[in-house]
Each structure stands twice: as structure tokens, then as C-alpha cells.
């Protein structure tokens, strides 16, 4: 079992090393929270409860008015 798990980190390494060695080129661009407010409340929510990343199965009632201003922005 020792060495599986030393194979599998030796495997993500390599990966690693692929993805640095790639000529990226990368964009970035600025949405206003108020243009955004569902990745707002969800980053909040995730922020609130202290976790590095959250996974939500289906909208809470806090996410809903989020949702809908969204959807009905131009």
C-alpha cells in the first residue's frame, strides 16, 4: 500500500510539473460584486463557516434573492 500511495504522489508531481511548464496565457477580468451576487453570497456563506472550499447540492433561501437579481440583470 506504501508504495501505491508513493506512485500516485510521484503521478501528481509530474502533473505538476506539466502545468508549469506550459506558456500560459491568462486573462483576467473584474465583475463587480453587485454584478455578481450569487458568487457574493456563496463566498460569504463559505467565508462565514471557515471552509477553504463548500459544495452546496441546492440553493438555500439566502441564495434565492441572489439568484434572481442575477437573472433578471441586463
Same mark, same amino acid.
Given at each position: 500500500?506504501?508504495? #501505491?500511495?508513493?506512485? !500516485?504522489?510521484?503521478? /501528481? ?5 506539466? !502545468? !508549469? ?14 454584478? #455578481?451576487?450569487? $458568487? ?16 452546496? !447540492? ?5 441564495? /434565492?434573492? $441572489? ?8
Amino acid at each position: 500500500f506504501h508504495h #501505491n500511495k508513493d506512485v !500516485l504522489h510521484q503521478d /501528481l508531481i509530474c502533473k505538476i510539473h506539466e !502545468l !508549469l511548464e506550459r506558456n500560459w496565457w491568462v486573462e483576467i477580468g473584474l465583475i463587480q460584486r453587485t454584478a #455578481n451576487g450569487v $458568487a457574493d453570497t456563496m463566498t460569504k456563506k463559505a467565508a462565514a463557516q471557515g471552509l477553504p472550499h463548500a459544495e452546496w !447540492l441546492s440553493p438555500w433561501n439566502d441564495i /434565492l434573492p $441572489a439568484l434572481r437579481q442575477d437573472s433578471s440583470a441586463p
